[in-house]
């Protein structure tokens, strides 16, 4: 059985003190819990501090939100994937849609990302979605099997293992607005469809899967009950520790 994996992606919000009071508060209200893998992607001026508070937790892991494909050199206001891995950092948020959208980044350039993190022994969560008006002009499928041929390519089997998937829908990010757990599915379905095809199906049955749109705490029991859902890549609501807590006891809800 896949291990369902939540993530907390703080984007651009936390300073290094909000961070500590944070994990204080949430330590203490998600117990040593290990069903579930637990991520937290803190910005990058809160890393140090989040990887030295987490450094005796053998529960929560610590992500990045994104990264630079190079080696040190210069380009200024990057960070490669050795200054991150200094830090103890295990994960990479790789393609979010506003990385997409905002800052202008394609398949290619997630690519030579997620290649980047693989060479460094770093294990990428690599964003996919569509738009609402890709959504209506029934495109969901198509620009989904372009985006994880395109950001995946080159990609083996053995580092497929190592990477995860999360199915975010752009326009149930920040809106309020949640894919229903039926068209989640659905997307999920498909995703892992497409994986057995590119890579094989014992691949595809073994990658994680997760959904990111909006997720909170009265939605994440339906959610994650879906079978191609193996967790969640949740934005706003991980900012509350408590709220975060409680999509963690609910997801943990659902295993026996």
């Known amino acids: 059985?896949?291990?369902?994996?939540?993530?907390?992606?703080?984007?651009?919000?936390?300073?290094?003190?909000?961070?500590?009071?944070?994990?204080?508060?949430?330590?203490q209200e998600v117990g040593e819990e290990k069903r579930v893998e637990i991520v937290i992607a803190p910005p990058f001026t809160a890393l140090s501090k989040v990887s030295d508070l987490l450094r005796d937790v053998q529960y929560v892991w610590l992500a990045a939100q994104n990264m630079h494909w190079?080696?040190?050199?210069?380009?200024?206001?990057e960070i490669n994937a050795f200054m991150l891995r200094e830090l103890f950092v295990r994960y990479v948020i790789l393609g979010h849609s506003e990385r997409r959208t905002l800052f202008g980044e394609s398949d290619e350039i997630v690519n030579k990302k997620v290649i980047a993190a693989h060479e460094s022994g770093l294990k990428p969560i690599v964003c996919i979605g569509e738009t609402l008006a890709e959504r209506d002009g029934n495109m969901v499928n198509e620009v989904l099997e372009r985006q994880i041929r395109g950001s995946l390519a080159k990609?083996?089997?053995?580092?497929?293992?190592?990477?995860?998937?999360?199915?975010?829908?752009?326009?149930?990010?920040?809106?309020?607005?949640?894919?229903?757990?039926s068209?989640?599915?659905?997307?999920?379905?498909?995703?892992r469809k497409t994986v057995a095809e590119v890579w094989n199906k014992e691949t595809a049955e073994n990658i994680r899967i997760q959904y990111g749109g909006s997720v909170k705490g009265n939605n994440t029991?339906?959610?994650?009950?879906q079978p191609d859902i193996d967790g969640a890549l949740v934005g706003g609501a991980s900012l509350d520790p408590r709220a975060f807590a409680e999509i963690v006891a609910n997801t943990c809800g659902l295993l026996a």
């Open 70 to 77: 190079e080696k040190p050199g210069a380009f200024t206001g």
């Open 155 to 181: 990609i083996s089997v053995k580092q497929m293992d190592e990477t995860v998937i999360a199915y975010e829908p752009v326009w149930a990010i920040g809106t309020g607005r949640t894919a229903t757990p």
């Open 221 to 225: 029991a339906e959610l994650m009950a």
């Open 1 to 27: 059985m896949r291990k369902k994996i939540l993530a907390a992606n703080w984007k651009m919000n936390m300073t290094v003190g909000e961070s500590e009071a944070f994990l204080e508060t949430f330590l």
């Open 183 to 191: 068209q989640a599915q659905e997307a999920h379905a498909f995703i």
